[in-house]
Each structure stands twice: as C-alpha cells, then as structure tokens.
C-alpha cells in the first residue's frame, strides 16, 4: 500500500445483517455496503495504516474532522477491515433519534417496562452483538445515557429496561463528532470520562484545504463514479476547471467536491466539463456564510433545498442548530433532507 494511492472498494455480501441508521428512520442496506476511500496525501496514508493497526482490537475509536471529511466511511472501513466484518454493523446517528426514546432504541426493554410495551424489544447493542456499534455525533447524546454508555463498554454488560438481569454485550463501539471536542467538553456535551475512554485511539480527518493534493484524485474518483452511475461517457474536467478545484477551500470538505461533480456530470451534455458547471457563485456562498444568494427563477423546492444545505453547512452540519435557524423542529428538518435527499 505504501507507494500507491490509497483506493479502497469492498462489498459486503448480500445476505448479512447490516442496519443503518439514518435520518432517524432504519434502513436496511444488507444488500451493499460499498465504501470508497481515496487520498494520497501522508496524512491520508497515515489514517489508512492507521485504519488497519485498530480494526484487530475491539478497543473504542474517535473519529473527529469537520462535516463532510469520511468519518462514516472511516467507521464503515474499520468494520470491514476488522474480524467482526461478517457480523451486523449498526449506525445510529444520534441527533436524529429523539432524546427520550434514546436508551429504550439503545438498550431494548422487557415486557411491561412502560405503559405501552406490550412486548419485549431489543435494542442495538443486542443488534449489534459481536458486530460494531457506530454512535454518529456522539455529543448529541444525553449526558446521562453517556455515563450509561461508559458502564457498558466498561462492563461488556448492560440491562434492558425493567430488565433483571445483566446481559452481555460483545460490541465493537465506534463514535464520531464533528464538534469541537475541547468546546464540546468544556460546555459538558461530551462528558470527559466517556471521552477519555474512546480517545485512546482517536483518528482525526483533516479538512480537505489542508490536504489538497488528494483533490485530483478525488475529483477523477467520482467523475468516473457518477458517469457510471448516469450512464454517461466518462468526462474530463478542462484544465481551467481543475484549477478552480485547486483554489476552492472545500468548507464542505469530500461531500461538497462528491456533490459538485456529480451535479457537472448530470448537467453537461459534452465530455470535456468546462468551469461553466462549476456553481460561479460557489466561492461567494460560502464567502459570506451569513447571507443566501438565489437566482430569480429558481423553483420553491430548488430554493428550500438550496437554503437548508447553505443552513446546514453555515451550523457545521449541527442538525439542531441548523433546524432552529431554520424555526423547524429536528424532525421536520429530517423529514426535508429525505425529501430532498440530502445524506446524513
Ligand atoms: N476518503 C474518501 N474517499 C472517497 N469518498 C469519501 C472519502 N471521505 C468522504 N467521502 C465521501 O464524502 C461524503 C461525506 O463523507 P462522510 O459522510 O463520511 O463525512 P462525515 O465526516 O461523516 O460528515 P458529517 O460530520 O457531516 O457526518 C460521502 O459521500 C463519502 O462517501
Ligand atoms: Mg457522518
């Protein structure tokens, strides 16, 4: 691996268990789990071997960079590469399920626990039993599930609720923030021996500014993907358009260039994709991040996209900051990014 570029596809077979957990809804993608992971930067070499030396262990990991860097494929990666990689992999982004629901999706409960559980449920640390456990914005969580969440991965054991008795849990656990960590800690959203315990082996991605010289290999990576994908000839991006690539600071790191391409690829009707399909005002949107600029004649639904996407990326993609810009509630402002299809 160490003198080539870091290219990275696997599948997982179609007949394993694989939950994700997304947008608050469970979506089942047994069927593929395809995780493409490009850089040639050192530091991109470095998180790979990096991704290798800890999928072995079952020890916790964090993984911290801005939005829009490759934690969840950094997460999906160090499934596959572990042991447990046959076994199911189980997301759960925890902004996205509601805070009083939180422990019961988390632990299961038994029969009777509450009014209204008619029948016994398990949560996803028996779904993810002897696979891994993938906690997305980690800082999300309540402060008081965290504390319980340490004891679990302290103990390897957990109760349902109204449980008795102490089940086991062989889980693999996995987190992500995209938070300031130190501000996160400081403002008690993370709570510093839940952290201590998963940063013993924390994996940082840097934003994508600081490693431009994976941008080309980026760029040709999902020019070749989405051409596949709308089934078109493969393009090339004319020199001057690579070089606005070059220049642009990426704030929406690998998903913003991802989205870039694939929107020049659908909208060019030439192989040779010229800065014309390269949003103009880009650089100014993101410029002044506290103002939207719209062009007259954009539909409704263009504009509300538009406006929550620039929300989302002016809140460091923080759903809850971004669905009170936006005087939505989280699940509404859930509800519009499946409508639009806006992941994660
Ligand atoms: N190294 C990489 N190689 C190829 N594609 C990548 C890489 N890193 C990220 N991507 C792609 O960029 C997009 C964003 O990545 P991902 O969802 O992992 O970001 P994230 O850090 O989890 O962001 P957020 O904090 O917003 O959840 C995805 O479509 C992902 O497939
Ligand atoms: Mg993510």
Same mark, same amino acid.
């Given at each position: ?15 394993q ?31 790979y ?10 020890t ?23 042991p447990? #990689? ?8 925890? +902004? !996205?399920?509601? *805070? =009083? &629901? ?62 008795? #008795? ?8 996995? +987190? !992500?923030?995209? *938070? =300031? &960590? ?6 008690g ?61 990426w ?9 870039? &391409? ?20 880009a ?10 600029s ?10 509300e ?13 923080n ?17 519009k ?7 994660d």
């Amino acid at each position: 691996m160490a003198h080539r570029s870091v290219a990275e596809q696997a599948e997982i077979a179609e007949d394993q268990p694989i939950v994700v957990q997304k947008g608050g809804t469970q979506e089942d993608v047994s069927k593929r789990l395809q995780v493409d992971f490009i850089g040639n930067s050192p530091v991109m070499r470095e998180i790979y071997s990096m991704i290798h030396l800890v999928a072995d262990s079952s020890t916790p990991v964090l993984i911290t960079g801005e939005s829009g860097t490759g934690k969840d494929v950094v997460a999906r990666l160090i499934h596959m590469k572990s042991p447990r #990689s046959d076994l199911p992999f189980i997301a759960i982004n925890c +902004a !996205a399920v509601p *805070k =009083d &629901v939180f422990e019961n999706e988390l632990f299961g409960h038994e029969h009777g626990a509450f009014t209204g559980a008619i029948s016994k449920k398990s949560g996803y640390l028996e779904m993810a039993d002897r696979g891994t456990l993938f906690l997305d914005e980690l800082a999300e969580m309540e402060t008081e599930t965290q504390a319980k969440l340490l004891r679990v991965i302290e103990t390897k054991a957990f109760r349902r609720l109204g449980g008795k #008795s102490e089940m086991s849990a062989d889980v693999r656990m996995l +987190a !992500a923030t995209n *938070k =300031d &960590v130190a501000r996160a800690l400081k403002a008690g959203e993370l709570r510093r021996d839940l952290y201590y315990r998963f940063s013993v082996i924390e994996i940082y991605l840097p934003p994508l500014r600081e490693r431009k010289e994976d941008v080309p290999l980026l760029v040709d990576h999902f020019l070749k993907h989405f051409c596949h994908k709308h089934k078109k000839t493969l393009k090339r991006f004319s020199a001057e358009a690579m070089k606005w690539f070059l220049n642009y600071d990426w704030p929406g790191n690998i998903r913003e260039l991802r989205n870039l &391409v694939e929107r020049a690829v659908i909208l060019s009707s030439t192989d040779l994709l010229s800065q014309d399909y390269l949003p103009a005002s880009a650089a100014q949107i993101h410029q002044d991040s506290s103002s939207i600029s719209i062009p007259i004649g954009t539909s409704l639904d263009a504009a509300e996209k538009t406006i929550i996407l620039q929300t989302l990326s002016a809140s460091d993609n923080n759903k809850s900051k971004a669905a009170f810009l936006l005087g939505l509630s989280r699940k509404a402002l859930y509800n519009k990014l499946k409508r639009y299809g806006i992941k994660d």
